[in-house]
């Protein structure tokens, strides 16, 4: 059997934008990416970290790290203008970045559902706008990272719920304006993950564990998942392996979206 080198580098001089990629399920995208080729814009936050994973990054070229706070609609410009200043395209953007925080209806206040939101859909339908007459132009591919929760009503995270069913609304309609000009639009829906994200969202190291073991219980496959397991669906989403895929969501969450309560 000959090993497909092509595989490897699916990527190979195809221009990505990662949002969120200075930790978790963006961390370990933009790695997987680079292993197939990928020339990479990074954005985050945090400077030390986003740095971090482009020193991780198996690229020929050193991935452009951006800092910027997607709250902040200069910033969202800047993230495409530096990319395409340096890069002069656009193949796929990743929109990744998210938060959650907890809360329900009788205690979210209006200042979290705000900063969810915009964090969660606002930042993503700016820099979506933005990118699309670069994607347009390469007939490139967009993957919005969602969650089961945008599928599946969970109590204790009202707002990030209705954000991550935004998401997935978002993703299905851009899919469809967008299919008459190639540009191919999905999301991943991720179950439980072992990232930062709870614990940033107000979990205390021992809630997050409880949080942990009682998703032994809540998924299919009896644990939660890993970074790098959603990472190699959206990989497949954004390559051509997909390219008849558009307006998917689709659930890498070991089951969770399937199971009911018996």
């Known amino acids: 059997v000959k090993f497909n080198m092509a595989g490897i580098q699916k990527f190979a001089g195809k221009i990505a934008i990662i949002t969120g990629a200075s ?3 963006g961390a370990a995208t933009a790695v997987l990416f680079s292993k197939h080729g ?12 986003l740095n971090s994973v482009a020193e991780k990054c198996c690229t020929s070229e050193t991935p452009l790290t951006i800092q910027a706070d997607l709250n902040k609609e200069a910033d969202t410009i800047k993230i495409v203008e530096e990319t395409v200043k340096k890069y002069g ?14 809360g329900n209806i009788e205690n979210t206040s209006l200042e979290q559902y705000d900063r969810v939101m915009n964090t969660n859909v606002r930042s993503m339908y700016h820099l979506t706008m933005l990118a699309t007459p670069y994607l ?3 007939k490139g591919t967009i993957v919005n990272i969602s969650s089961v929760n945008g599928i599946r009503a969970f ?3 009202l707002a990030y719920n209705i954000s991550k069913a935004a998401v997935d609304q978002l993703t299905r309609t851009v899919a469809l304006e967008l299919a008459p000009k190639q540009v191919r639009v999905n999301s991943v829906n991720p ?11 107000g979990l205390n190291e021992e809630a997050y564990k409880a ?3 009682r998703s032994c219980t809540t998924h299919a496959l009896g644990r939660p998942g890993e970074a790098d397991e ?5 990989s497949f989403l954004a390559s051509s392996d997909s390219s008849f895929i558009t307006g998917a969501s689709i659930p890498v969450d070991g089951g969770r979206h399937a199971m009911c309560p018996r």
Not at 39 to 48: E, F, I, M, Q, S
Not at 191 to 201: A, F
Request: charged content about 15%.
């Open 23 to 25: 930790s978790g399920i």
């Open 38 to 49: 990928a020339t990479l814009a990074l954005t985050g936050r945090n400077v030390a970290n």
């Open 89 to 102: 395209r656009i193949d796929i953007l990743v929109n990744n970045a998210g938060i959650i925080e907890m």
């Open 136 to 138: 347009i132009e390469t």
């Open 155 to 157: 109590p204790g995270v």
């Open 191 to 201: 179950g439980v993950t072992i990232t930062e994200l709870q614990k940033r969202g």
């Open 211 to 213: 949080f942990l073991e």
């Open 230 to 234: 959603v990472a190699q669906a959206i």
